[in-house]
């Protein structure tokens, strides 16, 4: 079966049915086996008494085995569903749409603004507190807000279209590599003491395989925005332009920024992590109080992104 259309499938199956938690109570998430491999070499491999250049080269090897023991996997399944002819290919598009995160990231950004509506700020504190790695205890109404909206646009990027991109270009041995990379990305790639030597292969391969699929994000949400009643797809491409470069990550901002624009909003800025103050760049140059109504056209516009996806899997399968 077509990639294409088997992605197609995916993303129908993960907005259908989502997780499958009964299925996840049996076995492990394929997430969890990396992170348990990447939790595994960082105990064995990342020692405190190594200089940094050792760490590093142990980091680079660590990453390699992750990314070897995952594509692995992800051949083998391939290989195997491709002797099962179209239920292979079903059983694959279910694969893809387990590793997909459309609904999940849906679910837990509406979580938050329910809890608005539920439990009043404290409520979505707590709620937002499960998406954003920032101190929800700082923030404000328009703070928890933005750090929804902000999660919605950065995962659009990282946990839909990248996967898919990947998808696309290798099959389930890259969808699977993909996932192992963006996992021991959130584990070890950030710069702490440390992690700054060990993880430093995971942070640097992560923003090279998002380069593409965060512009592509971008792109679909511009293209997201002209369909949205009161949606601005101009200044969403104008502020992805202008306005990403300055983000502190390469990546991130492409689809913060796009989304700052096509909702009016400003978003990223300053914020606190870890008990310390980021002076990030604000995206977009629209008003900075973010309401829970605006959360929720943020979820109209993050569907209509990932059926801006569907529409070019569709391309892709029939236009080749």
């Not at 969403?236 to 796009?258: C, I, K, L, Q, T």
Request: with cysteine.
């Amino acid at each position: 079966m077509d990639r294409a259309v088997v992605l197609l499938l995916g993303q129908a199956f993960d907005a259908l049915v989502g997780e499958p938690e009964a299925l996840w109570r049996r076995l492990p998430h394929p997430v969890v086996l990396a992170g348990r491999l990447v939790g595994w070499l960082d105990r064995r491999w990342n020692l405190d008494g190594d200089p940094p250049t050792r760490r590093r080269d142990r980091g680079v090897a660590a990453l390699a085995v992750v990314l070897i023991a995952a594509a692995a996997a992800g051949a083998v399944l391939a290989g195997t569903f491709g002797r099962l002819g179209l239920l292979g290919g079903l059983l694959e598009a279910g694969v893809v749409g387990v590793l997909l995160a459309q609904r999940s990231l849906h679910d837990h950004v509406t979580a938050v603004a329910d809890a608005f509506l539920r439990d009043g700020l404290s409520g979505a504190r707590h709620a937002v507190s499960a998406i954003v790695g920032r101190d929800p205890g700082t923030l404000d109404e328009a703070g928890v807000c933005r750090a929804a909206i902000e999660s919605t646009a950065e995962n659009f990027s990282d946990g839909v279209v990248a996967p898919a991109f990947w998808y696309l270009i290798a099959g389930l041995p890259g969808l699977l590599a993909y996932k192992a990379l963006n996992t021991a990305d959130s584990m070890i790639g950030h710069r702490s003491d440390r992690h700054r030597h060990f993880g430093w292969a995971a942070a640097r391969l992560d923003d090279l395989a998002n380069w593409v699929p965060a512009r592509l994000s971008a792109l679909l949400v511009v293209a997201a925005a002209w369909t949205l009643p009161d949606g601005e797809p101009a200044a969403a491409w104008r502020a992805a332009r202008r306005d990403a470069d300055r983000h502190r990550s390469v990546n991130a901002g492409w689809p913060e920024a796009a989304f700052a624009g096509a909702l009016g909003l400003r978003l990223a800025g300053p914020r606190v992590y870890d008990g310390s103050m980021v002076e990030d760049a604000w995206m977009g140059d629209g008003r900075s109080a973010a309401t829970p109504e605006d959360i929720r056209r943020s979820l109209a516009l993050f569907r209509r992104a990932c059926l801006g996806l569907a529409v070019l899997a569709v391309l892709l399968a029939f236009g080749s």
